[in-house]
Structure formats: structure tokens, C-alpha cells
């Protein structure tokens, strides 16, 4: 279940091995309307992240995402509170056209509070090759941010066919399929391996998908997986010691915990 | 830190896997390079094929390995296939079995008294738990209907929800005195922390979700919850020993 490795015992015995910092990849902010979170705040998920040893996370806040009153702004306040620790990944809502060129606009106003874009088709019901999302993709690519795409097997909105439909169409831009077209695997892996530019999230990966990271790494991508958490959603220490028993190398694991978005990052002054 | 695992599988589905389906012997092996002292296990053939054949499975799948501790799958009484409530009890527990869990939904019968009264009344008596599998069939209108009708019976929920299913479980907890959780997919960020506080360390218990969950995920959690020694070491192995032990 878990074999002991120089990484492994040391995150079993003190959840921390010098030189191995965790780059969260794949967060949020904020309360949500089907889960209660106990740490929904900035200040709370920083204190998570302090015991879990993760040195930065990449986030979109839920609102954001769902409530386009409020927008960025509030990934904004989150990223200003916490500089060291927090970047915010720029949510498009493809239902608001307006909204977009006006979020657009904070790219300007705090370059360095976002590494990238966040879409979510499914929960805006638009798909990921729709035109809506154009004029946000290309600011992207004019800019080399990190695209994170929700992504999920069966999925008509953000589906293999239109993760693949998007890596073709953007080859400047890092896309990162959130949950690696969770349940549909093998596509996941033929997109990564045809596409140098994308890479796969493990985010909720970790929960009752017992073998993905294995398959992943056999498939020569351990180079191209990025640990992420959803959180607030799931704790980092579950996520950890999911990869912790993953039959895969200590050289994997540190790709995945930081060596990958080490390099996704680098790309930004001021980081990793 | 002891682990006593309340959640684990041993068998070969009948859909294929990611993973090496376990037997007995690769469990155990397995429970040997994490630390995990014993398990409470099912065989997945009571779930896939028939309860009755799978049950027989696993006790000859376990014979002889001292730390799996079986679990059966009961059926309603009905039809003559268990023989009465109070005999399938009794052979359960003379073959050493603890736990019982249930899958209406497959085996087509209604989890309600009129059909499994008798036999979830004896179990409620016997004190022997009745996990529900929130991921093979049971829902939370189930686990809410059983206890309104059997409020003394032990229940573990486990295979939560992976969206934290704290808005569905918390009123059980207020309610029903020997209702449990399960960690293997309660992945709520501070989730134990915040669970504590509330409920004390007594009602939630380690569970691996092996083989289909990679079992260092709860295994890392409850060894570094900030909870304290005591309720680590009562959810990583004492709840569930304490609640074998009333079994009579």
C-alpha cells in the first residue's frame, strides 16, 4: 500500500522532505453551493497548505466561476493577501461575453496575480471549442499563460473530442485538462503523448481511481502530471498520500509534487 | 500508530480494473508494506455475482489468514434462502464473520421493514454493524429511512460521496447515537479536524477503500490529523475493535 522510499518515509513521518516543495496546481476560493467546506478562506487554505507542505497554489475562485457579480476580483484580493503562496488562474464565463473583456482587463491591471485561465464547459453548459471562449484563448497564447480546462470522459462540452479539438487548435498554450478527462484514461494519455503542450491534473484522480497514476507514468507522461487538490474541496494530505502509495518512482514523485509546475511556472517573473 | 482497516475487498470483479484485482494473500502483503494490522473484508463476488456464493467465497478466500475478518452480505428472509433471521445470525457469527453489508438496490428487494425487519432487528440486537456502501447502491434516503425505523442499529457509512457529504451525514450523527463514518473517500479538506470538534473521535473510522482507493490517502490523514494522539490512534484501529467487541 505504501512502500517505503526516502520521499515516502519522509512525508509519512513529518509531511515534508527538504527540497521537495508541493505546487498545488488545481485550486479554488471560497464557499460553494453543494459542499460545506471547513477552510473556504484565503487565510484558511494557506493554514492547510502549511501543514501540507505546499508551497503554492494556483487557483479559481468559486465565484468567479458562478456568481459573475463578483467575478475575479475576489481571486484578486485573495492573491494580494497571500503573494508568496497564491496565483489565480483568470475564470471565463463564455455566458458573458461582456464579462470576459472586462476580467480580460485585469490581466492588465495585476499582471503578476494570474499565471493563466480557467475554463469550466460543463458548469457553463458551453463547449470548450465554442467560439465564446475565443478572444480569451488568445490573449492566452499571446500572453504563454496556462490554460486549465476542466475536463471529463463522456463529456460533449469538455470531452476528449474537444480537448484535442483544443490542443490542436492552441499549440502555445500549456493546456492543462483538469482531471484528466477523468474515466476516459486512455485518451487522456493519446492527447498527452500527441501534444507536448498538455498536461494532466491529478485532481480527483485520488479518491477511488486506483491505478491511473501508475498507467500514467507507464505511459511515459510522468513529466507531464501536476498534483492538484481542488481545494478547499480535498485535503492536500489525502492527495499526498494518494501519490505516496502509487506504485511509481521517488523521481516521479517529485515531477509531479513540484519539478513539473517548476518548469509550467518559470515562464513568470518572480516564480517558482 | 496501529491501522485497523474497515473497508477493504479481496476478489476479481466482473468488469475489468487499472489495478491487480487481490487476493487474500497479495491483501495481506499489501497490509505488510503499509503497516495495516488487520481488515475487515469483503469478496467483491458478493456484490458482482450472488450474496450467498460470494459469502461462501470469502470465507474460504480468508480461511486461515488471521488478521481479515469477514464481512457477509445479507438477503432478505423471505424467500427461505437464508433460513430465519436468528439461524443466518447465529452461522454468521459462528463463522467468525462481524459486519454485514447490504446491496437492495442489486440483489432487487426494498430496504424497508416490511422485507429485512427481522433480520436488521436481530442485528441491532446482536450489535453487529451493517456497513452501507454509499458507492455500491445505498443512498441517503436509505441510510435516513433504516435508522428512522431502527434508531439502536450500528451502521457505518462508508464509500462517502467524494463531494463532501457533510450536509448528509451530520444529521444522522445528531440523531443516531451508533452511526459511523468511514474515511476512505471523506476527503473534505480539514474534514476530520472539523468532524472531531463536532462528534469527538469515536464515530469515524479508518477505512482504506482498498483496492480501488490508493490507501495512503486516509492512512497519511488520520496519521497527521491535529486531533491529538488519542483520537488518531481510536480512528486509525480503536473504534472499530471497540465496536467488533460488542458484537455477542
Not at chain 2, 464515530?203 to 486516509?218: D, H, I, K, N, V
Request: aromatic share 8%.
Amino acid at each position: 500500500m505504501i512502500k517505503e522510499t526516502p520521499l515516502t518515509r519522509a512525508f509519512w513521518q513529518d509531511l515534508r522532505l527538504p527540497h521537495c516543495p508541493i505546487y498545488d496546481m488545481h485550486g479554488h476560493l471560497g464557499r460553494y453551493y453543494g459542499i460545506w467546506f471547513p477552510r473556504p478562506s484565503a487565510e484558511e487554505m494557506v493554514r492547510s497548505m502549511d501543514r501540507a507542505n505546499v508551497r503554492m497554489l494556483c487557483f479559481a475562485s468559486h465565484a468567479a466561476l458562478f456568481a459573475p457579480d463578483l467575478g475575479n476580483r475576489t481571486a484578486v484580493q485573495a492573491v494580494r493577501q497571500y503573494p508568496g503562496r497564491l496565483r489565480a488562474y483568470l475564470s471565463v464565463n463564455p455566458n458573458h461575453p461582456e464579462h470576459i473583456r472586462r476580467d480580460l482587463s485585469l490581466l492588465d491591471e495585476h499582471p503578476d496575480a494570474f499565471v493563466g485561465l480557467k475554463l469550466h464547459p460543463e458548469k457553463h453548459q458551453v463547449p470548450a471549442t465554442a467560439p465564446a471562449y475565443a478572444p480569451a484563448l488568445q490573449v492566452a497564447e499571446e500572453r504563454e499563460l496556462l490554460v486549465l480546462v476542466h475536463s471529463w470522459g463522456g463529456s460533449r462540452h469538455n470531452g476528449p473530442e474537444q480537448m484535442r479539438t483544443l490542443a490542436a487548435r492552441h499549440p502555445g498554450i500549456a493546456l492543462i485538462l483538469g482531471h484528466s478527462l477523468h474515466g476516459a484514461w486512455d485518451e487522456a494519455v493519446k492527447i498527452a503523448r500527441d501534444f507536448a503542450h498538455v498536461y494532466l491534473d491529478l485532481t480527483a484522480l485520488l479518491d477511488n481511481d486506483r491505478g491511473v497514476i501508475e498507467k500514467f507514468a507507464d505511459a511515459g507522461l510522468a513529466d507531464r502530471m501536476l498534483f492538484g487538490t481542488d481545494l478547499p474541496w480535498f485535503s492536500p494530505v489525502a492527495a499526498l498520500g494518494c501519490l505516496l502509495s502509487a506504485d511509481i518512482t521517488d523521481e516521479d514523485r517529485h515531477a509531479v509534487l513540484h519539478g513539473n509546475a517548476e518548469g509550467l511556472l518559470a515562464r513568470f517573473p518572480g516564480l517558482p | 500508530m496501529r491501522f485497523y482497516d474497515c473497508n477493504a475487498w479481496v476478489g476479481t470483479p466482473a468488469n475489468g480494473t487499472l489495478f491487480s484485482p487481490p487476493t487474500a494473500g497479495s491483501l495481506v502483503a499489501a497490509m505488510d508494506e503499509a503497516g495495516v494490522e488487520k481488515a475487515l473484508v469483503w469478496h467483491i463476488a458478493q456484490h458482482d455475482y450472488d450474496p450467498l456464493e460470494g459469502n461462501d467465497l470469502l470465507s474460504r478466500a480468508i480461511a486461515g489468514h488471521e488478521r481479515l475478518v469477514g464481512v457477509w452480505t445479507m438477503l432478505p428472509t423471505q424467500c427461505g434462502e437464508i433460513g430465519s433471521a436468528e439461524e443466518w445470525t447465529g452461522r454468521l457469527i459462528e463463522a467468525g464473520v462481524q459486519a454485514v453489508r447490504m446491496f437492495p438496490e442489486r440483489n432487487r428487494y426494498l430496504p424497508r421493514p416490511e422485507v429485512i425487519g427481522d433480520l436488521l432487528s436481530v442485528l441491532a440486537d446482536r450489535r453487529v454493524p451493517l456497513l452501507l456502501s454509499l458507492r455500491r447502491g445505498a443512498t441517503w434516503a436509505m441510510a435516513y429511512d433504516l435508522l428512522e425505523a431502527f434508531p439502536a442499529l450500528t451502521v457505518v457509512l462508508c464509500d462517502l460521496d467524494v463531494w463532501p457529504a457533510d450536509r448528509f451525514f451530520r444529521p444522522l450523527l445528531d440523531r443516531y447515537e451508533r452511526v459511523h463514518i468511514e474515511t476512505s473517500t471523506y476527503l473534505a479538506d480539514a474534514g476530520i479536524e472539523a468532524f472531531v470538534e463536532r462528534y469527538g473521535a469515536g464515530r469515524m473510522l479508518f477505512g482504506s477503500g482498498f483496492p480501488e482507493c490508493y490507501p495512503g490517502g486516509a492512512m497519511l490523514r488520520v496519521r497527521h490529523a491535529e486531533i491529538g494522539e488519542a483520537g488518531r490512534a481510536a480512528i486509525a484501529a480503536g473504534n472499530i475493535e471497540r465496536l467488533l467487541s460488542e458484537v455477542r
